[in-house]
């Protein structure tokens, strides 16, 4: 059954879920975005910033889908500060991230697979923005709860079906976020700021799947 309600549709129910979750993260305004995803026959949602979601009228909620593919995270070189950080570390953190969705939605019963099919949903991400710069410091500057160095990231999320090679985009969702600079939980690495955006994302995600299932 197609619903179009607004609470459980793919893309904005994870907006509610990141806002509520972000714990250690602040989200900032998407500004300039360059998407790398085709958005012809979506539609803005005003309501979801400061993060950017289209989202087809017509489309399924996450109850249609059952099995997940999780496509290898890609960086978006469009942004050519991207091109400043070593490429062993954008690899730790396409495979941290990749990995954290998976494991979250087979720690919740759903089956993460390779072949499209029936009641199958492909999710993409996309990374650009990443900032870790050194939190040398922090370490310096600890006897006051500021962050001086945080951690940022841009992930650019698409939501499709995954039945043949058909691959209708349902939604996409483009957040960005920072390590916070007070009351922040590992000040001696801006690289666990940006996991941790990672850690939302896959739980937001699962949360926003069981949510649809009416767990």
Request: glycine share 4%.
């Amino acid at each position: 059954m197609i619903s179009t309600n607004k609470f459980t549709h793919p893309g904005l129910i994870i907006v509610a879920v990141l806002a509520l979750s972000a714990c250690g993260t602040v989200n900032k305004q998407v500004e300039d975005h360059a998407f790398t995803t085709d958005i012809s026959g979506l539609v803005l949602d005003k309501s979801a910033a400061p993060t950017l979601v289209y989202r087809r009228p017509d489309a399924p909620t996450f109850s249609a889908y059952n099995n997940f593919i999780i496509d290898p995270v890609r960086i978006s070189y469009r942004d050519p500060s991207m091109e400043k950080i070593k490429d062993e570390d954008l690899e730790k953190m396409q495979t941290y991230f990749r990995n954290a969705v998976s494991n979250e939605l087979k720690d919740s019963g759903y089956k993460v697979t390779h072949q499209p099919g029936s009641k199958t949903m492909r999710i993409s991400f996309v990374l650009s923005g990443i900032k870790a710069p050194n939190a040398a410091p922090n370490i310096i500057n600890v006897v006051v709860p500021v962050a001086i160095s945080i951690g940022e990231v841009t992930v650019e999320a698409t939501f499709r079906e995954a039945m043949t090679n058909r691959n209708r985009i349902d939604a996409v969702a483009v957040n960005s976020a920072r390590g916070s600079r007070v009351l922040n939980e590992s000040p001696w690495s801006t690289w666990s700021d940006i996991e941790s955006s990672f850690d939302v994302w896959a739980k937001g995600v699962r949360e926003a799947i069981d949510k649809a299932h009416g767990r």
